[in-house]
C-alpha cells in the first residue's frame, strides 16, 4: 500500500545553479561550436555549456547570480557569434519569438537562393566550356581565358563574398571553420590561375574553372542543407504554435447568469489563477483549468497523440493549447503562463535538443582541432606532392583535359599537357583543403535529436535528451510499478471482513475512510467511494499521519485507528490472529490488496480492494519481451497480488519483487544495476511515490505526467495515459539513436577516406586524381547526406 499525504508533494529547494539561453548566430560547423563553447566556459562561474549547431542555441549552467546572460552574449558577438540573451518568455512574447525566427530562416532562404541562382549561372557558362565543343562553337567567347577569369572574379565577389568573408574572420578570431578552409581553397585556386594568367611566360595552367565551379557546389550543399535543416525544425516550430494567442476572460461569474456574462478578450500569457474564462467550440484552451460550467468534448491529439476526442464535463481538467469542439463551456484557470502543461512540454522539449548523447562527445573533441588538423594535411600534401610525388610519379603532372574527375594516363596520350609540379601540388593541397567537411560531424547529432524529439512531443512522448537516446539503446530491464502503472489505478473495495462482534462492516467502511480522507493514493480513494455509495457520514477526524508505502493514522472521535499492511500494523504493537493471517492470505491469494483497519489497538476488520490491469498492459509488455528487455514487477503491495497481476500479463513469478515501500525501491532498482547481471535499468511509474526509483534507474519513465514530479524527475515523460507508449517511446528512442550513429559513421567515414582520396593517395596504384571542384561537390554532398538522413526518420511510425 503506497500512501502519501496531500500536501507537500513537491517540496521547492533553492538550486545552486541556473540556466541562461542565448541565441547564437554565425556558427557554421563544429569548429564553430568548440569556440563557443570553449570561450563560454572559460567565464567564471561557469559549470557546464551546451551548443546545438542546428537550432543555434547555447545553454549555459551557471552558479547562481555569478553570470549575467547579457555579459555573455556581449562577449560571442565581439568574437564574431552574434548573440543574443533570451529572456524568460510565455504567451504572445513565445509567439513573438517564433515569428522573429521563422522571419529570419525565410530571409536567410531568401539570400541562399540568390546566391545560388548567380553561381548557378556562372557556373553553367563554366561547365558550357569546359565540356561542351557545341557550346563553344555557338558561343566563342566561352573559349576567351579574359572571359573565365571575369566569371570566377564575380563569382568570388557576389556569390563567394560571404564565404571568405566569414572565413577570414573565424581565422583572426583563432576559431577557423569551414568556411575558413572553402575560402582559402577557392583564393588559392583564383590567385594561382590570376598569376598564371599575367605571367604566361612561367608555362602554368590557368584553372579559373575549379573556384567557380567550388563555390557553386558549395553554395548548392548550403541550400540544400539549410533547406533540410528548416524541414527538421518544422515540428517543433508546430508545437510552439499551439500555445494559444487570446482568452475570454468572464469578468464577475455567477453559474446562474453565465448565459449573459460580461466578456472580455484579453491576451492568453494576462490570465491569472483562479479567473473564469470562457471557451466556445474550435477555440483552443488557452490556459489549464478544470470545467466550471457545461460539457463538451475536447480534441486532445496535440498532447496525447489520440485523435479520439475526450468528453469533460463540470470538475474535469482542461489541458491549454487543445482545442474545444462541440459545446461552449466556462473552466477556471489553475496553470497558467510558464507554469501550463503545454509551456512545460515545450522548455522540455528545447532542453532535450542541446542535451547531447555521449558519442557525440569524440566528435566534438576532434571537430575543436579539425580545421587546424585540415590545414596541416593540406600543407604535408603540397610538400610531399612538390618535393616527393612528382619526382616520383612524373605521370602525375600531365593532364588529359579538365574533367572533374579523371585518370591521369601516360604522356603518349594524344591531348595530354605537361604542367608544372608547382602547380599540381596546389591543386592537391586545395582539393584536401575544400574536401574535408567539418560540418557533417557537427549536424550529425543535433539533427537526429532535433526531428526525434519533436516527433516524440507530437505524440505525447517526452525523450529529454541524446544521452537518454544512448542509455535506451543499451536498455536491458524494464521495471514497472504495479499500482496505477500496470493496473488501471481505480481499485474498487471487494470485501469488507468484521473480526471483531462489536463493529458491523458499514462501521469498519465508516472508520476506513474517516482515516484515508487525509491520504492521497488509489487505495484511499477506493475506500472513500465506497464509503459514499453506502451513503456513510464520515466522522470528525484529526492527527493524520502517513508512512508511504505502509499505513496511514489518525484521531477518530479520539480514539486512535490504524489503516495499513501487516508490517505497519506490527510496527504499531497490533497482535495479528492466525485467523486473520488466513483470510487475509485467502483474500491475497485472489489477487486483492488487503487493508488491516485497527482501532484502540486491535485488529477489527480487513478491506479487501481488487484492481485490474490495464486493456494494453498485456501487449506492451509482450512487445517488449519481443524487442528483448527483461520486463519486471516491482510493488509495495502483497506478494500474492504483485504475482496474480503478473501472472495475467505473462510475466514470470521470479521477475516479481512485491512488499517493497517507496524509500527502498531505489535500492532494489540499483541492485539490478550493479548485481549478479548488471545493466541499464527502466523505471516505469506515477511520478509521485515512484520518483527515488526514477531517479535511481538509468532510463526513468514517467506515467500521468501533469506532475511536476514526473516531469522533474523522468527522463521520459508520456503525456498519455498509455503503457503502449512506454514501448513507442523506447521504439522511437532505438530509431533515433540509430540514426545519430549512421551520421557520425557517415561523417567519419567521409572525411576518413575524402581526405586521403584529394591527397592523391590513390594515384600510384589508379592515376585517380580528385579535383578541387569534384571534392567541392563531395564536401556539400556529405552535409546534406546526414541531414536528409536524420529527416528519414520521419519515416519512422508511431
Known amino acids: 500500500?503506497?500512501?502519501?499525504?496531500?500536501?507537500?508533494?513537491?517540496?521547492?529547494?533553492?538550486?545552486?545553479?541556473?540556466?541562461?539561453?542565448?541565441?547564437?548566430?554565425?556558427?557554421?560547423?563544429?569548429?564553430?561550436?568548440?569556440?563557443?563553447?570553449?570561450?563560454?566556459?572559460?567565464?567564471?562561474?561557469?559549470?557546464?555549456?551546451?551548443?546545438?549547431?542546428?537550432?543555434?542555441?547555447?545553454?549555459?549552467?551557471?552558479?547562481?547570480?555569478t553570470v549575467v546572460g547579457d555579459v555573455l552574449a556581449q562577449g560571442l558577438t565581439a568574437s564574431g557569434f552574434p548573440s543574443?540573451?533570451?529572456?524568460?518568455?510565455?504567451?504572445?512574447?513565445?509567439?513573438?519569438?517564433?515569428?522573429?525566427?521563422?522571419?529570419?530562416q525565410r530571409q536567410e532562404m531568401q539570400t541562399a537562393m540568390r546566391q545560388l541562382v548567380i553561381a548557378g549561372v556562372l557556373l553553367g557558362f563554366s561547365v558550357i566550356a569546359h565540356f561542351g565543343e557545341v557550346g563553344t562553337s555557338i558561343f566563342p567567347f566561352l573559349k576567351n581565358i579574359w572571359f573565365h577569369c571575369g566569371l570566377a572574379t564575380v563569382a568570388l565577389l557576389i556569390p563567394g563574398r560571404p564565404i571568405i568573408v566569414d572565413g577570414w574572420l573565424g581565422w583572426r578570431r583563432g576559431a577557423p571553420n569551414m568556411n575558413t578552409l572553402v575560402g582559402l581553397g577557392t583564393l588559392t585556386a583564383y590567385t594561382t590561375s590570376l598569376v598564371a594568367l599575367l605571367f604566361p611566360q612561367m608555362g602554368w595552367e590557368c584553372f579559373f574553372d575549379e573556384p567557380v565551379m567550388m563555390l557553386g557546389f558549395i553554395l548548392l550543399g548550403k541550400t540544400l542543407e539549410q533547406q533540410a535543416r528548416g524541414r527538421a525544425a518544422?515540428?517543433?516550430?508546430?508545437?510552439?504554435?499551439?500555445?494559444?494567442?487570446?482568452?475570454?476572460?468572464?469578468?464577475?461569474?455567477?453559474?446562474?447568469?453565465?448565459?449573459?456574462?460580461?466578456?472580455?478578450?484579453?491576451?492568453?500569457?494576462?490570465?491569472?489563477?483562479?479567473?473564469?474564462?470562457?471557451?466556445?467550440?474550435?477555440?483552443?484552451?488557452?490556459?489549464?483549468?478544470?470545467?466550471?460550467?457545461?460539457?463538451t468534448t475536447v480534441d486532445e491529439s496535440m498532447l496525447t497523440g489520440e485523435a479520439v476526442p475526450v468528453v469533460k464535463q463540470v470538475g474535469d481538467r482542461v489541458?491549454?493549447?487543445?482545442?474545444?469542439?462541440?459545446?461552449?463551456?466556462?473552466?477556471?484557470?489553475?496553470?497558467?503562463?510558464?507554469?501550463?502543461?503545454?509551456?512545460?512540454?515545450?522548455?522540455?522539449?528545447?532542453?532535450?535538443?542541446?542535451?547531447?548523447?555521449?558519442?557525440?562527445?569524440?566528435?566534438?573533441?576532434?571537430?575543436?582541432?579539425?580545421?587546424?588538423?585540415?590545414?596541416t594535411a593540406s600543407c604535408l600534401t603540397f610538400i610531399f606532392w612538390y618535393f616527393f610525388g612528382t619526382h616520383i610519379w612524373p605521370?602525375?603532372?600531365?593532364?588529359?583535359?579538365?574533367?572533374?574527375?579523371?585518370?591521369?594516363?601516360?604522356?603518349?596520350?594524344?591531348?595530354?599537357?605537361?604542367?608544372?609540379?608547382?602547380?599540381?601540388?596546389?591543386?592537391?593541397?586545395?582539393?584536401?583543403?575544400?574536401?574535408?567537411?567539418?560540418?557533417a560531424l557537427g549536424l550529425a547529432t543535433p539533427t537526429a535529436i532535433l526531428v526525434g524529439t519533436a516527433m516524440g512531443a507530437e505524440k505525447g512522448l517526452l525523450i529529454k535528451g541524446g544521452d537518454v537516446l544512448e542509455k535506451v539503446h543499451q536498455l536491458k530491464t524494464v521495471v514497472f510499478d504495479k499500482t496505477g502503472t500496470l493496473t488501471t489505478g481505480h481499485p474498487t473495495v471487494t470485501d469488507c471482513m468484521v473480526l471483531a462482534e462489536n463493529i458491523t462492516p458499514s462501521q469498519l467502511l465508516q472508520l476506513a475512510a474517516a482515516v484515508e480522507n487525509g491520504t492521497y493514493?488509489?487505495?484511499?480513494?477506493?475506500?472513500?467511494?465506497?464509503?459514499?455509495?453506502?451513503?456513510?457520514?464520515?466522522?470528525?477526524?484529526?492527527?493524520?499521519?502517513?508512512?508511504?508505502?505502509?499505513?496511514?493514522?489518525?484521531?477518530?472521535?479520539?480514539?486512535?485507528?490504524?489503516?495499513?499492511?501487516?508490517?505497519?500494523?506490527?510496527?504499531?504493537?497490533?497482535?495479528?490472529?492466525?485467523?486473520?493471517?488466513?483470510?487475509?492470505?485467502?483474500?491475497a491469494a485472489q489477487g486483492k490488496t488487503v487493508i488491516g483497519v485497527a482501532l484502540e489497538n486491535n485488529l477489527i476488520g480487513l478491506i479487501a480492494a481488487s484492481d485490474t490491469p490495464r486493456p494494453d498492459a498485456k501487449e506492451a509488455v509482450s512487445q517488449l519481451?519481443?524487442?528483448?528487455?527483461?520486463?519486471?514487477?516491482?510493488?509495495?503491495?502483497?506478494?500474492?497480488?504483485?504475482?496474480?497481476?503478473?501472472?495475467?500479463?505473462?510475466?514470470?513469478?521470479?521477475?516479481?519483487?512485491?512488499?517493497?515501500?517507496?524509500?527502498?525501491?531505489?535500492?532494489?532498482?540499483?541492485?539490478?544495476?550493479?548485481?549478479?547481471?548488471?545493466?541499464?535499468?527502466?523505471?516505469?511509474?506515477?511520478?509521485?511515490?515512484?520518483?527515488p526509483a526514477l531517479s535511481q534507474a538509468d532510463v526513468g519513465i514517467a506515467l500521468q505526467s501533469s506532475t511536476d514530479v514526473a516531469m522533474e524527475t523522468a527522463e521520459i515523460v508520456l503525456i498519455g495515459d498509455r503503457l503502449q507508449d512506454v514501448v513507442t517511446s523506447i521504439k522511437l528512442s532505438r530509431a533515433t539513436f540509430n540514426t545519430?550513429?549512421?551520421?557520425?559513421?557517415?561523417?567519419?567515414?567521409?572525411?576518413?577516406?575524402?581526405?586521403?582520396?584529394?591527397?592523391?593517395?590513390?594515384?600510384?596504384?589508379?592515376?585517380?586524381?580528385l579535383t578541387p571542384s569534384s571534392a567541392a561537390a563531395f564536401m556539400a554532398f556529405s552535409s546534406v547526406s546526414v541531414v536528409t538522413n536524420s529527416i528519414l526518420l520521419k519515416r519512422f511510425v508511431l
Not at 39 to 57: D, F, R, S
Not at 395 to 404: D, F, I, K, Y
Not at 411 to 428: A, D, G, M, R
Request: proline share 5%; charged share 15%.
Open 1 to 65: 500500500m503506497q500512501l502519501v499525504p496531500k500536501t507537500d508533494l513537491t517540496p521547492e529547494s533553492t538550486p545552486a545553479t541556473e540556466k541562461i539561453i542565448l541565441d547564437v548566430g554565425g556558427m557554421k560547423c563544429a569548429g564553430c561550436v568548440k569556440a563557443v563553447e570553449r570561450q563560454l566556459t572559460q567565464q567564471p562561474g561557469v559549470k557546464n555549456v551546451c551548443v546545438n549547431l542546428a537550432t543555434e542555441v547555447a545553454v549555459v549552467e551557471a552558479e547562481t547570480g
Open 84 to 104: 543574443q540573451h533570451r529572456q524568460a518568455q510565455h504567451g504572445t512574447s513565445s509567439n513573438s519569438h517564433l515569428e522573429t525566427q521563422a522571419t529570419k
Open 234 to 295: 518544422l515540428a517543433f516550430r508546430k508545437l510552439l504554435a499551439l500555445q494559444p494567442q487570446t482568452a475570454r476572460l468572464i469578468v464577475n461569474p455567477e453559474i446562474e447568469t453565465l448565459a449573459g456574462a460580461n466578456i472580455v478578450e484579453i491576451p492568453a500569457e494576462q490570465v491569472r489563477v483562479g479567473e473564469w474564462l470562457q471557451v466556445l467550440p474550435g477555440d483552443k484552451i488557452p490556459v489549464d483549468g478544470e470545467v466550471r460550467w457545461g460539457q
Open 319 to 375: 489541458t491549454g493549447g487543445t482545442i474545444n469542439q462541440s459545446g461552449a463551456i466556462a473552466i477556471q484557470a489553475t496553470r497558467t503562463g510558464d507554469d501550463t502543461t503545454l509551456a512545460h512540454i515545450v522548455a522540455l522539449v528545447e532542453a532535450a535538443q542541446t542535451r547531447k548523447a555521449p558519442v557525440q562527445k569524440l566528435a566534438d573533441t576532434i571537430s575543436g582541432y579539425f580545421t587546424y588538423g585540415v590545414l
Open 395 to 439: 605521370a602525375v603532372t600531365m593532364s588529359s583535359g579538365m574533367g572533374m574527375m579523371h585518370h591521369l594516363v601516360d604522356n603518349h596520350h594524344v591531348t595530354s599537357t605537361q604542367f608544372s609540379p608547382l602547380l599540381i601540388s596546389l591543386k592537391l593541397a586545395i582539393a584536401v583543403m575544400v574536401v574535408a567537411c567539418p560540418c
Open 521 to 587: 493514493h488509489p487505495l484511499a480513494k477506493a475506500i472513500q467511494q465506497a464509503a459514499q455509495q453506502q451513503n456513510l457520514s464520515i466522522p470528525h477526524t484529526v492527527d493524520f499521519h502517513t508512512e508511504a508505502g505502509l499505513g496511514v493514522s489518525a484521531m477518530v472521535e479520539g480514539k486512535p485507528v490504524l489503516l495499513g499492511n501487516w508490517d505497519w500494523l506490527n510496527h504499531h504493537g497490533i497482535i495479528i490472529s492466525e485467523t486473520a493471517q488466513q483470510q487475509g492470505q485467502k483474500l
Open 625 to 691: 519481451q519481443q524487442m528483448g528487455l527483461r520486463v519486471m514487477v516491482l510493488s509495495g503491495d502483497r506478494l500474492e497480488a504483485a504475482t496474480t497481476i503478473a501472472q495475467q500479463l505473462g510475466i514470470d513469478n521470479t521477475d516479481v519483487i512485491a512488499g517493497i515501500p517507496p524509500a527502498k525501491k531505489a535500492s532494489i532498482i540499483q541492485s539490478l544495476q550493479t548485481g549478479e547481471n548488471p545493466g541499464v535499468v527502466a523505471m516505469v511509474g506515477d511520478g509521485i511515490n515512484d520518483a
Open 740 to 769: 545519430i550513429r549512421q551520421n557520425l559513421f557517415w561523417a567519419f567515414a567521409y572525411n576518413t577516406i575524402g581526405i586521403p582520396l584529394a591527397a592523391g593517395v590513390l594515384f600510384p596504384s589508379t592515376g585517380f586524381i
